[in-house]
Each structure stands twice: as structure tokens, then as C-alpha cells.
């Protein structure tokens, strides 16, 4: 008995020191994804290039001085000109890709390594170097000179192979290395074409209060897209009561005012960048493979910076200064959508995305205010109607000094004076008529409905609205500007459903 006892004590000592052991195992033991961590970050990386600092220790601005690349699609050079900037030879007449030439000559004045291949040249054939996909010979501050070769990509994600100065060693470096000496020299033309204006400093002399903004003043566009040029810009005829409520009009081929869409195509127009320059210097062939021998849409642009001083009299006064015109010619698509353009004297092409021209396919349509007409009531002496063969005019007598709404105006028709606040209502419906598409042809004969609205001023533009069923659905409007376009029918019986009830002294909704 003594002996089972002893025998289980045993066994159960030696259970517990095996449960330790594997406890200690569970919890000491790093796990895989450590192990893995653990032996990539202890991999030392190799220093093959360092030439950012001078003899000194001193950080060097521009270690580069000069590197001439050849690769599978384009020879060149990017030099100093005479104001110390690299650029690309050839390419001085156009704007600096300064941005890419940096990363360019970031990575051919520091390079590292994640391993090394081979200390000399030998099976060349085994990583592409003999025949490299791309050469750099690089100048450097300091006059000394190096020649990369781009060999293969390397397995997996490891990188690429590149050999150091002929017969020299063969390194493992990273991705982005090949990327740089794969580009083509348009990569690295700049692509900031339009930048916005600035403003002038805060001058308290001048009025201003530093709420000076940069805005598109004018856009005409024209090209092959549209039958006849379309022209806006900022409204400079806010005294007229039929313009005064809009941000911009257009002023060919009609004067009209616009809706928030010319809005967001002038807020966008203030500065511009393209995707990438695509070929520099073309030729009148390649500007017709482009399609920018016949562009498609053309934009001539006014960029200006607006101010607001007050005068004398409290009147706020706009004024712009530090104007510029640009010219942006835009001609076929890319399978990305982008559109191949000119833009300004740069002689190149370049790529623009659809969404930084969203002027591109604009029509008259696209920007015109969709209502009939907006106009403070205020500013309105009578209107005319003539629906169903019945002729009204309305006299309105306005008197801005009384403070209720229904006092300040007096509305009578026919001798007879009606209520102010349906009248209101009614006249909400007049204005809620919107342009719904373009019309076929201009009608001929006499209108179903004729309306026009009188505003106190003489000097003021008048509505003057003539309407035509066209069927059940539609009816055609002619006004006096020569505008013709397509209303619905369910609108205009809304309309003399209103005017009737409100000439037959029943409420009317708006």
C-alpha cells in the first residue's frame, strides 16, 4: 500500500514539473509573427550611396548636379541652368516638375540596400544587367561620378537589381528605385498650370479688411461641342431688379442669370493641375492624334482678385485687381477619361481630369437659372396676365415705410383691391415656373397665355412670357430676349388655377 502511495506521488510531482515546463514554453517562447519580426528587423540594410553631405559633415541643398538617364522608353538629361535648378535639358521653355526631380535625385544621392547579390559582375544574364532595363550616370556635388544599371525585379517583394559603376557590386534595393529611372522626361515637367491668385496683404488705408478673394470673372467657352460660344462671369448689373438677386450672369448668347452650377464651375476655375504633361513640343500631327487641332471644348478664362470698399455714402463698391487671362483647349480622352489639352503658351500637352474642368461639355442649358424670373416684389410696378380669355393687370403701390407685410403693399385690379397676403402666395407661383428642356421650334401665332411683369424702375429689364401648348404635357415659352424653351403643363395650370382663385377671392397655395 505504502508503496502505490509512493508510487502516485511520483507520478503526480513529475505531471506537475511536465505542465511547468510546457507553461513556460506557452509564455517565454515568442510566437511566429515575432520570430518572423524578430529576424527582419535584425537584417542590417546596406549603405551603397550616401552623398548628401560635403567633405564637412554639412547637409548638402542640391547633392545632384547633373544625371543623365536612358531607359526603355526615353533618353535625357536634367542639368543646372544658369540659376542652379535642375530641369530637364530641352525642356526649359516649361514649367519644373520639381517635386519629382527631387525624389529622383533623393534616391540616386541615398541609396541603401537590403542585400548584396554579388561583389562582382558575373551571371549578368540572371538579373537583367545584360541587358538593363535603365542607366544613371549621376554627377554629384562634389564632382564625383556614379553609374546605376536597373537589372530585374527580384523575387517576390524583395525589390530590384542594380549594379554600381561597371563590373562593380550587384544590390538588392527597393521598388521605388526602378520607378524613378523608368520614367520618361515628361514626368517631370511641372504640372501646376494655374495657381490661385493671392490677395494683397491686409491694408486697414485700403478698405479692404483682408476679405480679398481670388474668383473667376469671366469664362467664355466655345469649341466643337457647342453650336455657339457660351459666356458668363461675375454680375456687374446688380442695379437691374431682373439680375440683382445673382452671383453670375451669362452674357452670351443671351443675358440671363445662372444657377448654382455656374457657381461650382467658378469656384473650381481659380486654380488648376494636371495628371501629367504627356508630350512637350508637339508637332501639328500630334496635336491632331490628340485631337487639339479642332479642340473640343475651348475655355478663355479671367482670373482676378474682387475687394469691396464703401464709399461715402455707406455703398459698397466692387473693384478687382492682379487680373489674369489663361486659355485651356481641351481635345480627345484617354481610356482613363482624362482629357489630352493645351493650356496657356506651355508648349506641351498634358492630361487633365474630368473633374477640373467641369466645363468641359457645359451648354446654355447646364447654367441658366431654371426659373421663369426672380425678382424682389418690391421692384415690381404691375403685372399683366392674359389666360383663357381673360386679360388682368395688377397695380402694385409699395410702402416700404410701414413695417407690416401686409400693409407695406396694396394690390388692386380692375378697380377692386385684393388681399396682400395671397397675393404673395400667387405671386411665388408666378416665379415657380421652371425651365424644363429645350424647345423644338419657336411657336408662331398668338399665345395661350401671356404675361408680363413691370418693374418701377424704367431703367429695368421687364419679363415678358408668352406660352403655347404644345400637348398634354408641355408647353413651349417664348420671351422677349428671344430665350425659347419647354415648361411643364402641370406648372402652368398651377398657375391659372392660382390666378383664378385668387381672383375669385379663394386661398391660394404656393
Known sequence: MKKQVRTLVIISAAVLVLVGLLLALIFLLPEKDEEESSETSSQPTIKVVSKTADSEGKTVDQPVKRVEIKNEKDEFIIAQNDEKQLLVKGYEDLPVGTYEIESLTGELSSLTASREISSDSVNLDDYGLDKPRATAEVTYHDDSKITFELGNDASGDAGCYVRIDKKGPIY??????????????????????????????????????????????????????????????????????????????????????????????????????????????????????????????????????????????????????????HIIKLGKKDKDGNYYALVDDYNAVYLLSSGSVPWAETQFNDIVTPLLFLRDITTVKSIEVNAEGRKTTFELTHYPEKEDRDESLVVKAGGKTYPTDDFRSLYQVFMSIYRYNDADKKPTGNPDIAFTVNPIDPKDTKVNARFYRNDASLYTCVLSDKDVFTVKASEIDKFIRGLTNYLDGKPVTA
Not at 203 to 218: E, L, P, Q, R
Not at 229 to 258: C, M, Q, W
Open 172 to 325: 538588392v534595393v527597393n521598388s521605388y528605385f526602378a520607378e524613378q529611372l523608368l520614367k520618361e522626361s515628361v514626368m517631370y515637367i511641372g504640372t501646376s498650370l494655374i495657381t490661385p491668385l493671392e490677395a494683397r496683404k491686409d491694408d486697414t488705408s485700403s478698405g479692404t479688411g483682408g476679405n480679398d478673394t481670388a474668383v473667376m470673372k469671366n469664362m467664355k467657352l466655345s469649341g466643337t461641342v457647342r453650336k455657339e460660344p457660351l459666356e458668363f462671369g461675375v454680375n456687374t448689373r446688380t442695379d437691374d431688379s431682373a439680375y440683382s438677386t445673382f452671383n453670375y450672369l451669362i452674357t452670351s448668347p443671351l443675358l440671363k442669370g445662372t444657377g448654382d452650377s455656374a457657381a461650382n464651375i467658378a469656384q473650381s476655375a481659380t486654380s488648376l493641375d494636371a495628371v501629367r504633361a504627356v508630350k512637350a513640343h508637339p508637332t501639328a500631327a500630334q496635336l491632331k492624334e490628340y485631337g487639339l487641332d479642332k479642340p473640343y471644348s475651348v475655355c478663355e478664362l479671367t482670373l482676378a482678385v474682387q475687394t469691396f470698399t464703401s464709399t461715402d455714402d455707406d455703398e459698397t463698391v466692387t473693384t478687382y485687381y492682379n487680373s489674369t487671362k
